[in-house]
């Protein structure tokens, strides 16, 4: 029997273990519950705190206090993350992990998010795609987890969870300042006795501001535009929504600073049960692309359909003196690419992923042990199967510090992109072989809360093999190879302090060591992650008034690559600064300066066929916000 009718057949029994489940009753005798909070990292912990590992929390209170405006700006201040948005909105935004960027998994209310377009070096999620108006938190787990999420997640797992509504009432958002920054959105909800009901839209739009110099030549963002919105239905356990999204983007490129035009389309659907011991989730998200690139040839028109789908059933409960939580996954992935030169290549591939999770205590040890088998059919390509362990053990002081080690192995499968890229020299599946990404994570760590604040220490090593690279359109040769290696340790830190009734400190701290190998027989290169990044935030509120000072500091962003220019990306320091002041009836007024100090800081460098190009960041920007909630 092929892959696919095995998948078939387990689905059916998926979905006849799912039909023996009790269901909720949806009459007026039955009162409003509210599901179990996704805690990212463990199927079995309670609270983010008990995880065996290295963990960071960003609520929808804290996305508005910051003034952010991106994903992207809001992650940067975490410990081990460093964001790698360009100058403005009409890049795409996202983030590397430890010196890692594409083998880092997204989730979306607990389900895996990702394209299966994306290419070795660059995300497989664009952030733009996520408005901050949907997002009630953002849980960041770092370390191998595909022991329980499968695929990419090598620097950590990333998820971010949509909003519940919690009463009934509307709330409007207005914000506009330089470089033409505009947005503004609202949000509605309605809750019931038996259920609730949310509906939201947002609009945002970017004017001219700084990007490169290609050959000294200044390079800039022309305009970005983006138009999302979202439904969402609650009934007890039950949660069924969609969001939509599109974007337009300009910018220029080159010496003749040639125009450049990216179009996006998003949808997204899910339903999910989640009772606290059973946990049924079914999605589907779908991406088009549309890249328009002007030369002196002509103009480049390049189009990308990604489609994924998939489906989660888990269940918890007890063995012996064991927590279990035992589940299975499926997800079913499509790419379709075409251009204006006659390129077409699509693509499919689907995976089925049984999993276990055990929790138990070993004298005063929690003992967790994780297990996910994933087998992959790939169209047209080699099929893959993996075994992916991680254990850990945690020990809770009498102080309450939780004491952790953990370990664990990941993989990153190649993207359909990757696998099927056509080779312009050589008319044929460029790397139907291609073998995933493979290696261990492991965690040294302390965290704890005192009276001062919360604090975790941490220690961490990444060894990657088979990394995948790009070859460089070698005539005869596959476009993506197995060739180079990966590895980073490091140190992160992260402190706050309570120092009066006002007053409140915040610091984050990374050192960290991330090389690669270009070739298999090569020497160890540094690979342009910075060695040192420091984050310290100084907090005040009075009555109405709140203010918020930041500073980020890069430090020692040595690339040894060939082609990179290591004296373009020295030492960095930015800050930014927030001034917010309530207004009483729900309404607030928030001024925000992101780089206050316009310090032009280059966030690549580097030289390709004869020419030199230097990204840089987004000069100063000035805010106002009013947010009004009735």
Known sequence: MCARDRTFCLLLSLLACFICFPSPAFSQDVPVTVAPEIVTGSRLAETLDEVPAPTDVVTSADIAEMGAKSLGEILDRVPGIVSLARGGSTQEDNLKVRGL?????????????????????????????????????????????????????????????????????????LEGGSQDWRRFGFRASAVGENGSVTAWATHREEGRSRLLLYNDVENGNLSYREDAGGLKFMAGAWSLGGEWGSSAAEWEYGTEKYLNRQEDD??????????????????????????????????????????????????????????VSLGVAYRDESMEMSDNYGTALDGSRSYVAPFVEFSGVLGEVLLDIGLRYETWSVEDGADQ???????????????????????????????????????????????????????????????????????????????????????????????????????????EAGREFRLSEEWRWGLGLTWMRAEVKETADGPWLREGSPAWSVDSTWTWARGPWEAAFALHYL????????????????????????????????????????????????????????????????????????????
């Open 101 to 173: 960027v594409t083998e880092v998994l997204y989730l979306l209310d607990g389900v895996p998010f990702y394209k299966a377009s994306h290419a070795a070096g660059a995300a497989a999620v664009d952030l733009r795609s996520i408005p901050l108006e949907s997002i009630e938190r953002i849980e960041i787990v770092r370390g191998a987890g595909s022991a329980l999420y499968g695929s990419m997640a090598a620097g950590g797992v990333i998820n971010i969870i949509t909003k519940k509504p919690d009463r009934t009432g509307v709330s409007v958002n």
């Open 266 to 323: 998003w949808n997204r659907l899910a339903l999910a049960y989640d009772d606290g011991t059973t946990r049924f989730a079914l999605y589907r998200h779908e991406g088009d692309k549309f890249l328009s690139q002007d030369s002196a040839w002509g103009a480049f028109e390049t189009s990308y359909d990604d489609t994924a789908w998939g489906t989660e059933l888990s269940r918890r409960f007890s063995w012996a003196d064991w927590a």
């Open 385 to 491: 199967e993996e075994l992916a362990p991680k254990v850990s053990l945690s020990w809770q002081a009498a102080s309450g510090n939780l004491w952790y080690l953990s370990a664990g192995r990941f993989f990153a499968m190649p993207s359909l992109f990757e696998l099927a890229y056509f080779d312009p020299w050589t008319p044929t599946l460029s790397s139907p072989n291609l073998k995933p990404e493979k290696g261990w994570t492991a965690d040294l760590g302390v965290k704890g809360t005192d009276d001062r604040g919360a604090w975790a220490l941490g220690l961490f090593s990444v060894s990657m093999e088979d990394k995948i690279e790009f070859n460089n359109f070698n005539p005869g040769e596959p476009s993506y190879v197995n060739l180079s290696e990966f590895r980073s340790m490091g140190l």
């Open 555 to 630: 430090g020692d962003r040595e690339n040894e690559r060939p082609g990179f220019n290591e004296e373009g990306q020295g030492d960095a320091t930015t800050a930014d600064l927030r001034l917010a002041y309530a207004m009483g009836d729900g309404r607030r007024a928030i001024l925000s300066v992101t780089n206050l100090f316009d310090e032009d800081v280059l966030v690549q460098d580097y030289t390709s066929w004869g020419t030199r190009t230097r990204y840089t960041a987004p000069e100063r920007r000035i805010t106002l916000s009013w947010q009004w909630a009735f």
